[in-house]
């Protein structure tokens, strides 16, 4: 490929598309400000956590009554704002993860699986208890899916839970796969890139981008603590890996591209002519929704697919 970088403002006059751009290898792509949109919450209520599942967004919300606070999991109309609530009554929550049939929850020791139609409790994982047996979790904080796993990190552990073992007659007992132990420090998120888990780890307000190598399959070795790690600014708050590209949300700096040593290559700080304050946010196929600091309206991009031309 002869143009190999391009300025994001003038990519419009090199580009041609196509199709099947998708499927070419010599795709890349950038994001285009979209409309956003003005989440109807109430004035108590924050997001806390995002995902998505076939194009739907999934937030997780919490509402604080005087000195009172509550969690609940709703469901956004991208087209006007509104928000259904679908599970309620939920302790706090750390983070959600959707696959084709449960909307997974963390909530303190466990994590919750609800099925995804019809929003009602079908299995738990965990057995309550705060220890390293029977089943056992301590606090959970960060979840990730893979075709075929769940991952859980918990304040000690990283463990791998087999999806086809997520089943209600497994409540409370689903087995885990594979664990490994890891350095401990609140997480907020976890992802999967270019065959690496990186993980985004908190310890006394010194944060840093953990990684661990991943083998051919697709796991991490169990006697593997840390491979390495990078520290990294405080305003960040969670990664995300889209289209073999790293992303980070910098809170009032915006969103971050990094590079492969986790240096922010790429900044948006602007999204409408107003200052990006990104917290939690998540890309579907063709979108990126990202939720800001303060109040309810969610910054959308639209991801536009570009072939580079050769020179």
């Not at 994001?31 to 956003?36: A, I, Q, R, S």
């Not at 006007?80 to 939920?90: E, S, V, Y």
């Not at 944060?207 to 520290?231: A, M, V």
Request: charged share 25%; hydrophobic share 35%.
């Amino acid at each position: 490929m002869g143009c190999t970088k391009v300025n994001e403002e003038i990519v419009e006059n090199i580009i041609e598309k196509y199709p099947k751009a998708v499927e070419e290898n010599s795709v890349s792509y950038y994001l285009e400000e979209d409309k956003p949109i003005l989440a109807l919450k109430k004035s108590d209520q924050r997001f806390i956590a995002i995902s998505q599942y076939d194009n739907s967004i999934f937030l997780g919300v919490e509402t604080t009554t005087e000195d009172k606070k509550s969690y609940s999991i709703q469901k956004l109309d991208t087209q006007n704002g509104n928000l259904t609530q679908i599970i309620a009554d939920l302790s706090h929550i750390k983070d959600i993860a959707i696959s084709d049939k449960f909307i997974f929850v963390t909530q303190n020791k466990t994590v919750r699986a609800y099925n995804k139609n019809t929003y009602e409790l079908e299995v738990i994982i965990g057995n309550g208890n705060q220890n390293d047996q029977n089943f056992g979790m301590f606090n959970t904080q960060a979840l990730f899916l893979t075709n075929s796993h769940l991952l859980v990190r918990d304040e000690k552990r990283i463990r791998f839970f087999n999806l086809a073992d997520i089943t209600a007659s497994n409540t409370k007992k689903v087995p885990t796969f594979l664990k490994t132990e890891v350095y401990s420090g609140n997480v907020s998120s976890i992802t999967i890139h270019n065959n690496k888990l990186f993980m985004l780890r908190d310890l006394n307000g010194n944060k840093t981008i953990d990684f661990f190598d991943l083998n051919e399959n697709g796991f991490i070795s169990e006697n593997q603590l840390r491979t390495n790690f990078f520290s990294v600014a405080s305003y960040q708050e969670q990664l995300f890996s889209f289209r073999n590209h790293l992303y980070s949300s910098l809170k009032e700096k915006g969103l971050g591209k990094l590079d492969e040593k986790a240096n922010i290559e790429h900044q948006y700080k602007y999204h409408n002519n107003k200052l990006l304050q990104a917290q939690r946010f998540v890309f579907t196929q063709d979108k990126l929704y990202i939720t800001n600091q303060n109040g309810g309206e969610i910054s959308v991009f639209k991801v536009k697919d570009i072939v580079y031309r050769k020179y």
